[in-house]
């Protein structure tokens, strides 16, 4: 299937020409990111592609909230870029194995992942988003992790980013004051 790429100003392109139709079409397909993506990017791609904010419940109360932020200077401190990752977790083996398979979004600092959950969408849309890689985790006797290269299709990036910004939406009062990005792990 041939990816399709998401452009700064939030269209989607196919072999480096604009999508035509309804992006519905394109939700199994491979997605690619343009090198200066940003989370500004995704959510003009949700305002522009009607269709799209339908498939999470929590889109349109994001886009609320993109709609209502600044225009630019949406920093977290602390944060070099967004990176949406795929983890998946084995349990109980050996024994009776279980398995997990998640989205998560998080920010990545100089040396490490950080939590991005106290920050809102007004201070997350101007950080760079990246597509990362695939983390195996097998718990059992000992903890193995693997981290292997991925592929996110169109229904997985807006799914996944919306599902975790949604735990984002705290109240002012309830948010974290201070900025210090150490408190935030």
Known sequence: ?????????????????????????????PVALAPACTLRSFFLLLDREKSLPRLNPFAGTLLTQFH???GKGCIYP??????LTRTVEMTGFPGKPAIRIFISLAGVGPNDPR???TAGIEQLLDMPLCL???KHTI???????????TVFNLFELIDGICWELSFHNLPD?????????????
């Open 139 to 149: 718990f059992g006797d000992r903890v193995d992790t693997l981290e292997f290269d």
């Open 78 to 83: 602390g944060i070099e870029h967004l990176e």
């Open 68 to 70: 209502q932020s600044p």
């Open 132 to 134: 990362g890689r695939l």
């Open 1 to 29: 299937m041939q990816p399709i790429r998401l452009e700064i100003d939030g269209t989607l392109t196919l072999r480096d020409r604009p999508l035509v139709g309804d992006a519905v079409t394109c939700l199994g397909c």
């Open 115 to 117: 939590s991005i959950t």
């Open 173 to 185: 009062r309830c948010r974290m004051k201070d900025q210090n990005p150490k408190m935030n792990i």
